[in-house]
């Protein structure tokens, strides 16, 4: 068999295609999801740990918080955690994901659970990331801000997070690549990820070459796809201020 | 007749009482005292590191004082418990670095304050008409237990300020009596024991908190209907950004109302931060070295600005090393060194007959 046959007899002929949308869909909803909600997240724990802290117990103890979130989520593998998510924390909490049935799209349970530890565990690096950026931002437009009467959660999303946002927006595509990448273990809980799909195609027909292959491909396009976004995203926002 | 008038248009502005900051070890402003009345223009001159930009920075609480009062309109603005975003609102600064904000673009710069003040106090009288009736019912049935509970809570706080007052006196007098004057830098500084500067500010610190909190405790009066002076959000951001124009307008910067900042030069920044903090139509307005950052060819359009503003009656607290703007704009000047206030004179005594040694030494240098 020549490898367009190959090729064809997978995809087509088996009905790989089916397997590898579901795949690819999953992934990208991991990803994103995951990283919206990471950003949200990192952006809240940049912000709480770039308070200035005026002797106030409150933001001392979030701060404290935040900085054991932190060290949890970076210090150990983004596998683990994926693990001890569905192995552990959300039986013992006795949560269940249903699965959600949007149009003729089903998210899995799985895939939500996934995402959850996506965004906890990008959302800690996140978090560091935007506090670099919330520091490199001009501390008097913080205080003109203030002066103008602007209360402190007001200016920093108005005014702060807006720049800092502008200036580590190479280093979010940057995490946003990683994150994309590493959704690969989310098989890891029986999710059918991208890497997932083309792995049960490659185990049922005992054929490695052109999956594998064709998945290093898909990742790849996926990653310069994203790369060019954030150009574009940079060159607009650099033409906005 | 006259007098009374005249006693009600003297009561001051901003009163600054004791006005005490420390970074660490160093008292940079050691008891401050001034009051600043409607209408002057008080422009504070002296040595870099003096405390004076320090001094203004208290005066909106950008730099939390570490001891002392400063009453605005009112209000004390160094009780943590008072709104101080609603005191800001209404004393506008303009900073060294403009500090306009990049990412919006001068219109939306000059109404990014007004806007968010109009819709809050939108939300605020929606809220307020809504739960008016149960609000004046529960007060109709349990206001005179909270009162009683007040009337407690003012004799509480006013046995602490007693009991206080007496433990101040010596330790006030043993602090008084450690004062040294060291060489440091080249210049003379008091200093006194660290630890009774401690001990001291600790104990007036507690007497200030019993004082707010009496001042806070008031009684719960019935709420009224309030009527919001803007319908919807709409309307808000259709006043503001007519203001906005009509500012830049005088300005003559009007087509520069829809760029961003950065393509800007620094005059007009500066001029475009004078305007912004005039749009929330402040009774004092602040300015901190306004044209030290800018090309000497562009210091002279802000400082028409300034005068012309200043014009209209405009209270003004001006930081500045411009010493021929200070003679032209001001009615008082102050000349702050070391922490404290050495002089103060309307403008042609302070600078024709000065009196304090420090302060013939700095004219003598600058003039």
């Not at chain 2, 004393?91 to 990014?112: D, R, S």
């Amino acid at each position: 068999m020549s490898i367009w046959q190959i090729f064809v007899r997978q995809f087509v002929t088996l009905e790989g295609y089916k397997l590898v949308l579901e795949g690819l869909l999953n992934t990208l909803i991991i990803a994103v999801f995951g990283l919206i909600l990471g950003f949200l997240l990192g952006s809240l724990v940049a912000v709480i740990k770039t308070i200035p802290s005026n002797k106030k117990v409150v933001v001392g103890f979030f701060q404290r918080i935040a900085d054991f979130y932190i060290a949890i989520f970076r210090g150990t593998p983004m596998v683990v955690q994926l693990l001890i998510i569905h192995f552990v924390l959300f039986p013992v909490l006795n949560i269940n994901f249903k699965n959600i049935v949007v149009g003729n799209f089903v998210i899995q349970g799985v895939v939500i659970e996934a995402i959850i530890a996506f965004a906890l565990n990008s959302g800690a690096y996140i978090s560091e990331i935007m506090r670099g950026g919330i520091n490199s931002v001009d501390k008097g437009q913080l205080e003109a801000g203030r002066a103008l009467g602007l209360s402190y959660p007001k200016t920093m999303i108005r005014i702060v997070i807006p720049q800092a946002f502008k200036n580590v927006l190479p280093t979010l595509g940057n995490e946003f690549i990683a994150l994309i990448k590493e959704t690969s273990v989310a098989s890891f809980i029986a999710v059918t990820d991208l890497t997932k799909a083309f792995q049960n195609m490659a185990n049922s027909t005992y054929e490695f070459i052109i999956p594998y292959v064709v998945l290093a491909l898909f990742y790849l396009v996926l990653v310069l796809i994203i790369t060019l976004l954030v150009k574009v995203m940079e060159k607009k926002m650099k033409k906005g201020q | 007749m006259e007098e009374k008038i005249n006693e009600i248009t003297r009561k001051p502005l901003i009163e600054v009482k004791y006005l005490t900051k420390k970074f660490g070890d160093l008292l940079v402003l050691n008891e401050i005292s001034t009051d600043i009345y409607e209408g002057e223009r008080v422009v504070i001159v002296g040595p870099s590191g003096g405390g004076k930009s320090t001094f203004l920075r208290c005066l909106n609480v950008l730099e939390d004082p570490t001891a002392g009062e400063i009453i605005f309109d009112g209000d004390d603005l160094t009780d943590l418990k008072i709104d101080i975003n609603v005191c800001r609102q209404k004393m506008g600064m303009v900073f060294q670095q403009f500090n306009l904000f990049n990412n919006l673009t001068v219109l939306n710069n000059i109404t990014l304050a007004p806007v968010t003040v109009g819709k809050k106090a939108l939300k605020a009288a929606k809220w307020n008409n809504r739960i008016m009736g149960v609000y004046n019912k529960f007060l109709a049935k349990f206001g005179d237990k909270i009162k009683a509970r007040i009337d407690k809570k003012i004799a509480k706080n006013k046995a602490i300020i007693e009991a206080q007052n007496a433990l101040l006196k010596p330790v006030e007098a043993e602090w008084a009596n450690s004062k040294k004057t060291i060489e440091r830098k080249g210049r003379f500084v008091d200093t006194y024991d660290k630890k009774l500067t401690k001990k001291k500010l600790a104990i007036v610190t507690k007497i200030e908190n019993a004082e707010r909190a009496i001042d806070r405790a008031k009684y719960p009066q019935p709420k009224v209907h309030v009527d919001p002076p803007f319908k919807d959000k709409k309307e808000i951001v259709a006043a503001a950004e007519a203001n906005a124009m009509r500012l830049l307008k005088r300005i003559g910067l009007e087509e520069k109302a829809n760029v961003y900042p950065s393509t800007l030069s620094g005059g007009q920044k500066q001029r475009i931060a004078i305007v912004r903090a005039l749009a929330m139509n402040p009774k004092v307005m602040l300015f901190d070295e306004p044209t030290s950052a800018l090309d000497p060819e562009m210091v002279g359009e802000v400082l028409d600005l300034i005068k012309t503003i200043a014009d209209t009656g405009m209270t003004m607290i001006i930081v500045t090393h411009e010493m021929g703007f200070a003679k032209e704009v001001a009615s008082r000047v102050l000349f702050i060194d070391g922490g404290k206030i050495k002089e103060q004179a309307p403008p042609e005594e302070f600078f024709g007959n000065p009196k304090d040694p420090r302060l013939k030494e700095f004219l003598s240098k600058v003039l």
